[in-house]
């Protein structure tokens, strides 16, 4: 896990990442320094349960990604599952690289 983990942080442009349980308890994390992986993790849960709660109420699927943008850089949800995953980024990414490198590290989270 935190294998796949330290390999998605390679991406150009990412500065973090980890998997957050439903229950917004850190799984794995390996995010900058200045980053509190608690708080981000029970920021990540919220929105996501939030996310999912709405969606379901509109009849939608569940969700898929959320990204949010801020002014110094980018967080990116995606359910993996078995929990989410939240990465960090630049506020100046390659958006496409960076969902691709998400896709990736989903598959072989879910391989493990």
Do not use: W
Not at 19 to 31: F, K, M, Q
Not at 82 to 105: D, K, S, Y
């Amino acid at each position: 896990m935190y294998e796949t983990l330290a390999q998605l942080n390679k991406t150009t442009g990412v500065t973090g990442s980890m998997l957050v349980g439903t229950d917004g308890i850190v799984i794995a994390s390996d995010l900058d320094e200045k980053t509190n992986d608690e708080v981000l993790g029970a920021l990540a849960s919220s929105i996501a349960a939030q996310v999912r709660k709405s969606t379901g109420e509109m009849g939608g699927d569940d969700f898929t990604q959320v990204t949010v943008e801020a002014d110094d850089r980018k967080i990116f949800l995606t359910d993996a599952g078995i929990g989410t995953l939240v990465v960090t980024t630049e506020p100046r990414v390659n958006i496409g690289l960076v969902r691709l490198e998400i896709r990736n590290a989903i598959g072989a989270l879910q391989n493990t």
